[in-house]
C-alpha cells in the first residue's frame, strides 16, 4: 500500500537552531517526491521536487534531500517567518498522489 | 496568472443538499485535482483529471462526482452532502503529469464547508 509517513508531527526551534524533518514513503514506483509548506487557512505553497536517490535541492534556509525510502528537509538557522506546516507528497506511477499528514514547525524568536 | 482559483471560500450546507464546488485555473495545466484536508489525515485525493473529457477516482471518491468539459476548469459535485463531508477543499494542478518535470502541483486556497 502506497503510503507517507512524517515526523515528528511538531517541533518548536528557537531562532537559529537548525534541524531536520523526515518524510519515509512506500510507493509502487515513485514518479517524484515534493515538499510543501502550508500557512494556517491557506492552500499548500510548493518548495520542491526530487526524482532520484542522492538527489538534493536548496532554497534560502531550507535544503531537501531523497534516498530510496526517505526524504529529509533540513532548515538552517531558522525564523519565526519559516514557522508553517510543512507538509511531503509522492507521485506514484498511478498518477496518483499521497500526502503525509506534516510536520507543524514553530521558530521561537 | 489568476493560478488556481475556487469558489466560493467557505459554504455550510444541510444533511441531503446538494452542491458544486468550483475551480479553475488559467495557466493551461493538464493535471487537475481535488483532495480533502482533515485534521490528523493530510491530504487525500477524492478525483482527479490529466485532460479534457477524462477523469479518474482517488482515494475518497464516494459521495463525489466530477467533470472536465474545458482544460480551465474543474467542478466538485456533492450529490447528497453528509456531515462526513465537513472539510477543507483544495483544488491543485500541474503542467504535466507523467513527466519527470513540471509535474509539481499549485493549489488554490481552498473551500471550508461545513455540513450540518
Known amino acids: 500500500e502506497d503510503q507517507v509517513t512524517q515526523s515528528p508531527e511538531a517541533l518548536r526551534l528557537q531562532e537559529g537552531e537548525s534541524s531536520s524533518l523526515n518524510c519515509s514513503y512506500t510507493?509502487?514506483?515513485?514518479?517524484?517526491l515534493f515538499w510543501y509548506r502550508q500557512d494556517p487557512g491557506k492552500g499548500p505553497e510548493f518548495l520542491f521536487t526530487l526524482y532520484s536517490a542522492g538527489e538534493e535541492k536548496e532554497k534560502e534556509r531550507l535544503k531537501a534531500t531523497l534516498t530510496k525510502k526517505e526524504s529529509f528537509l533540513h532548515i538552517t538557522a531558522p525564523k519565526p517567518e519559516d514557522s508553517a506546516t510543512y507538509l511531503c507528497a509522492v507521485q506514484s506511477t498511478g498518477n496518483q498522489f499521497y500526502f503525509g499528514t506534516g510536520t507543524s514547525l514553530t521558530v521561537i524568536p | 496568472n489568476a493560478g488556481v482559483t475556487q469558489t466560493p471560500k467557505f459554504q455550510v450546507l444541510k444533511t441531503g443538499q446538494s452542491m458544486t464546488l468550483q475551480c479553475a485555473q488559467d495557466m493551461n495545466h493538464e493535471y487537475m485535482s481535488w483532495y480533502r484536508q482533515d485534521p490528523g489525515m493530510g491530504l487525500r485525493l477524492i478525483h482527479y483529471s490529466v485532460g479534457a473529457g477524462i477523469t479518474d477516482q482517488g482515494e475518497v471518491p464516494n459521495g463525489y462526482n466530477v467533470s472536465r468539459s474545458t482544460t480551465e476548469d474543474f467542478p466538485l459535485r456533492l450529490l447528497s452532502a453528509a456531515p462526513s463531508q465537513t472539510s477543507v477543499y483544495f483544488c491543485?494542478?500541474?503542467?504535466?503529469?507523467?513527466?519527470?518535470?513540471?509535474?509539481?502541483?499549485?493549489f488554490g486556497p481552498g473551500t471550508r464547508l461545513t455540513v450540518l
Open positions: 510507493v509502487s514506483g515513485l514518479r517524484g
Open positions: 491543485a494542478s500541474s503542467y504535466r503529469f507523467n513527466s519527470r518535470v513540471n509535474n509539481e502541483q499549485f
